[in-house]
C-alpha cells in the first residue's frame, strides 16, 4: 500500500503536509492542497479513516435526521435535492454523511443519541424545524455541534439556514395581485412547521397592505403530502364564491390540486391560477400547463447547511442564520384578471 511518505516525497513536501492535508487543516494553502490531492489520486492512495479517528477523535462524518422515515421523506422531491447539496459540500471538506430516521419522535431519538453517543458523527444537520419537537432539546442537551434547515423557534443560539418564507410568500400573493386577481386562497402545510407558518404570514400580510379581506373559506390546511391537494381543493370550492387563484405551499399538493380542479371542470388558469412552492424539477415544466413555482434552492439550503456546521466544529463561527434568496419562475399557470 502507497503511505504518507511516499506522497510526500513525490510532492516534495514533509509527510506532516499530507496528513494535514488529509485532514483538510486551514494552515495549508489551497494550492498545496490541490497538488496533493491530485498526487494522492495518480498514486491511487486512500487515508485510513478509522485509524484518523482513533487519532483525531474526530470521525469526519455528519449525521442527518429527516423529518420522518426515509421512505415518506423521499416521496418528496425536496429532501433528495437537499441531500444532493448536502453531499456535494460534505465531499468537498472529506466527510462522509450518515442517514438517520425514524417513524416516530421515541425512534428518532433513539436513532440520535445511537449516532452521537457512539461517536459515529462529529456533528448533525436536522432538514426540518418542527415546532415543539423534542429532538432539538436533546441536541442542546448531549452539546453536539448542529445546524438546521429551517428557522427555530424558542430556540437561541442556532445556526440555522433558510429561505425568507414571510418575504417569498408576500412576493406571491402581490405577483398574483398586480395581475388583477383579488380573491386568492391558500393551501398551507402544518402548522408544526415554521416553514408554513412563516408562508402563511406572508400571504396574510401581502393581503393586509393591498386592502383585501383575509376569508378563512379559501384558506385549508393538510399536511406535507401529496394526497392532501385533492381534499383541500374540494374543500376550498364549497366555499360561497371560488377563489381565482391561489397560492400552494409544496408543489406535490399544487399538482395534485391541479389534477381535481381539471376533474372538476375548471380550467387552469383561466379559472384558477396556481402559484406554487419548490420549484420541483423538471415536474413543474411538465405539468399541464406548466406551473409558476418559487424557486427555494434546496440545493444551496443542503450545501449551506454542512458550511455553517463545518465551521461551528472547528470554531470559527458564532450562532445565527443564513438566508437563501428566493424567485418567482414564471410558467403558464397564471393568467390576468
Given amino acids: 500500500m502507497v503511505t504518507i511518505k511516499e506522497i510526500a516525497k513525490k510532492a516534495g513536501v514533509s509527510p506532516s503536509t499530507v496528513s494535514r492535508v488529509i485532514s483538510d487543516n486551514s494552515r495549508i494553502s489551497d494550492e498545496t492542497k490541490k497538488k496533493i490531492r491530485k498526487i494522492m489520486e495518480e498514486m491511487d492512495y486512500y487515508p485510513n479513516v478509522m485509524a484518523r479517528s482513533l487519532v483525531s477523535k474526530a470521525t469526519k462524518t455528519i449525521g442527518i435526521i429527516m423529518p420522518y422515515s426515509t421512505e415518506k421523506a ?90 425568507d418564507n414571510v418575504k417569498a410568500a408576500y412576493k406571491a400573493v402581490k405577483f398574483l395581485i398586480d395581475r388583477g386577481h383579488r380573491r386568492i386562497g391558500l393551501i398551507r402545510g402544518s402548522s408544526d412547521f415554521t416553514v408554513f407558518v412563516d408562508r402563511y404570514e406572508g400571504y396574510k400580510k401581502a393581503l393586509e397592505d393591498k386592502g383585501l379581506a383575509l376569508d378563512e373559506e379559501i ?109 418567482i419562475v414564471h410558467r403558464k399557470s397564471v393568467c390576468e384578471k
Fill in 74 to 163: 423521499f416521496a418528496n422531491p425536496f429532501f433528495p435535492e437537499v441531500l444532493r447539496g448536502i453531499s456535494k459540500a460534505a465531499n468537498n471538506h472529506g466527510y462522509f454523511i450518515l442517514l438517520s430516521s425514524g417513524d416516530t419522535e421515541k425512534e428518532q431519538i433513539e436513532s440520535l443519541y445511537s449516532l452521537v453517543r457512539g461517536s459515529r458523527v462529529d456533528g448533525v444537520i436536522v432538514t426540518y424545524f418542527k415546532i415543539d419537537d423534542p429532538i432539538f432539546q436533546q441536541l442542546k442537551k448531549i452539546k453536539v455541534p448542529f445546524s438546521i434547515i429551517g428557522r427555530p423557534l424558542k430556540l437561541k443560539g442556532i445556526n440555522y439556514v433558510d429561505n
Fill in 219 to 327: 384558506i385549508v390546511s393538510n399536511r406535507f403530502e401529496q394526497e392532501g391537494g385533492c381534499r383541500s381543493m374540494k374543500k376550498m370550492l364549497k366555499s360561497s364564491q371560488t377563489p381565482s387563484a391561489v397560492l400552494v405551499t409544496d408543489d406535490l399538493i399544487a399538482f395534485d390540486l391541479m389534477r381535481v380542479a381539471k376533474e372538476l371542470g375548471y380550467k387552469i388558469p383561466d379559472d384558477i391560477s396556481i402559484v406554487s412552492f419548490n420549484n420541483t424539477m423538471p415536474l413543474c415544466e411538465l405539468s399541464s400547463p406548466p406551473l409558476t413555482s418559487i424557486e427555494i434552492h434546496p440545493y444551496k439550503l443542503g450545501f449551506n447547511a454542512v458550511e455553517i456546521l463545518l465551521e461551528e466544529i472547528k470554531g470559527k463561527r458564532k450562532p445565527g442564520k443564513k438566508v437563501i434568496e428566493t424567485e
